[in-house]
């Protein structure tokens, strides 16, 4: 089963402009973490941000997390071409065993 | 090698058949995981090693589907009697096992006819 649902499914923008993604989850969660996949490729760790954190930055790269709506958002800025990929959120489940449970996934296209 | 090396990178099979696929983690993690991506879906979990202990086993979606690491490093997910649901890509992560990010493999396209 997925836990994550990420918002929107698919997401088409200009070279230069910030993408946005949000992610609800549905359990308590020790981490929630965020993946980019590229066309036939393996995913590809972004960012971790854990449950007592509220933000975290990582390059071009901003991720919030609000544990009592069960959210995340996860916001690219300066978009760029090679940005294009399908993005997953993952997270793991507090007093679960150390698996990560995926959303869906959210396809961005960046157009040059 | 320097990341998670996945083999066969594809894998056509006859329904009925049995199929076996290598994940190869990278030296020293802890954690191995298996998980199934079906076309347009995000990878869904299906079985958990640390070191040679199988932990967590609960996404295999039948007793057709197997899964080892017997010496705590390689790892096989084998299939028996393929069916045509079993396509699928079938991604490796590995860890070093203190709960943080995993490395994925590229992955195992199998497509059964």
């Known amino acids: 089963s997925q836990q994550g649902e990420e918002d929107p499914q698919a997401l088409s923008i200009q070279e230069g402009e910030n993408a946005t993604m949000n992610c609800s989850y549905k359990?308590?969660?020790?981490?929630l973490q965020w993946y980019r996949q590229n066309s036939g490729r393996g995913l590809v760790h972004l960012i971790l941000?854990?449950?007592?954190?509220r933000e975290k930055h990582s390059g071009r790269l901003r991720v919030t997390l609000d544990t009592s709506k069960k959210s995340s958002s996860l916001l690219i800025t300066a978009s760029r071409a090679a940005d294009t990929a399908s993005y997953f959120c993952?997270?793991?489940?507090?007093?679960?065993?150390?698996?990560?449970?995926f959303g869906k996934g959210m396809k961005l296209t960046v157009n040059p | 090698g320097a990341g998670v090396s996945q083999s066969p990178r594809y894998k056509v099979a006859k329904r009925g058949q049995d199929v076996a696929l290598r994940c190869d983690p990278i030296?020293?993690?802890?954690?191995l995981f298996w998980y199934q991506q079906a076309l347009g879906q995000g990878p869904e979990f299906l079985t958990y090693f640390q070191n040679e202990a199988q932990l967590d086993k609960s996404g295999l979606p039948s007793d057709r589907f197997f899964a080892e690491r017997p010496e705590g490093s390689v790892s096989t997910l084998k299939i028996q009697r393929t069916q045509q649901e079993d396509s699928a890509v079938y991604l490796c992560?590995?860890?070093?096992?203190?709960?943080?990010?995993?490395?994925f493999g590229s992955g195992t396209q199998l497509s059964v006819l």
């Open positions: 993952a997270t793991e489940t507090q007093g679960g065993s150390e698996k990560l449970v």
């Open positions: 992560a590995s860890s070093p096992g203190q709960r943080g990010k995993l490395f």
């Open positions: 359990t308590s969660i020790n981490n």
């Open positions: 941000i854990r449950s007592n954190e």
């Open positions: 030296s020293g993690h802890v954690s």
